[in-house]
T-cell receptor
């Protein structure tokens, strides 16, 4: 079946602009995670959804970052007033449930470049 | 100090060599993941383990919970194994998010 998909694969924007990144999880997966990976670093946790609600948003760096998952499936990560430091690969993952032993399946990522 | 440390950061090997990548962590965990990331960013889960040892093809992963250490071994390495290998842990009782190491960049030369 289809894996996790993310769109766009690449996004180039100018400093100060607003961007939206989309994640389509595996069908039926209730848990969805957003991570951010800067060049040469491992991914860092941003936010975790269980169903429609954000169960843990402790990784969001500041209030310019926001994410939604209104119907418990597709999620959108929104970044306002982008800064050059926001440039990174944004990864989405999903798992069947948000339980400790459930495997996470990763999407291909969206590479965001802020000029 | 990072909660998940990997070594080495970079590794170059000749085709056919036995490879070991190490991961140490400082938090209590419920599970440890080994992930493979190819150029372009896609991440594939190789193993998820909470005790003992798992094997899949030429890949073997071991974990020692008492010592908070895990190793990923690749036998008979091949150039197509070239990738970044990332260790990630799920904290015990956590909501489910992973804590990642910085990765080990492996290059296998023919």
């Amino acid at each position: 079946g289809a894996g996790v998909s993310q769109t766009p694969s690449n996004k180039v924007t100018e400093k100060g602009k607003y961007v939206e990144l989309r994640c389509d999880p595996i069908s039926g997966h209730t848990a969805l995670y957003w991570y951010r990976q800067s060049l040469g670093q491992g991914p860092e946790f941003l936010i975790y959804f269980q169903g429609t609600g954000a169960a843990d948003d402790s990784g969001l760096p500041n209030d310019r970052f926001f994410a939604v998952r209104p119907e418990g499936s597709v999620s959108t990560l929104k970044i306002q007033r982008t800064e050059r430091g926001d440039s990174a690969v944004y990864l989405c993952a999903s798992s069947l449930f948000g339980r400790e032993y459930n495997e996470q399946f990763f999407g291909p990522g969206t590479r965001l470049t802020v000029l | 100090k990072n909660e998940v440390e990997q070594s080495p950061q970079n590794l170059t090997a000749q085709e056919g060599e036995f490879i070991t990548i190490n991961c140490s962590y400082s938090v209590g965990i419920s599970a440890l993941h080994w992930l493979q990331q190819h150029p372009g960013g896609g991440i594939v889960s190789l193993f998820m383990l909470s005790s003992g040892k798992k094997k899949h093809g030429r890949l073997i992963a071991t974990i020692n919970i008492q010592e908070k250490h895990s190793s990923l071994h690749i036998t008979a390495s091949h150039p197509r194994d070239s990738a970044v290998y990332i260790c990630a842990v799920r904290g015990r009782g956590s909501q489910g998010n992973l804590i990642f190491g910085k990765g080990t960049k492996l290059s296998v030369k023919p």
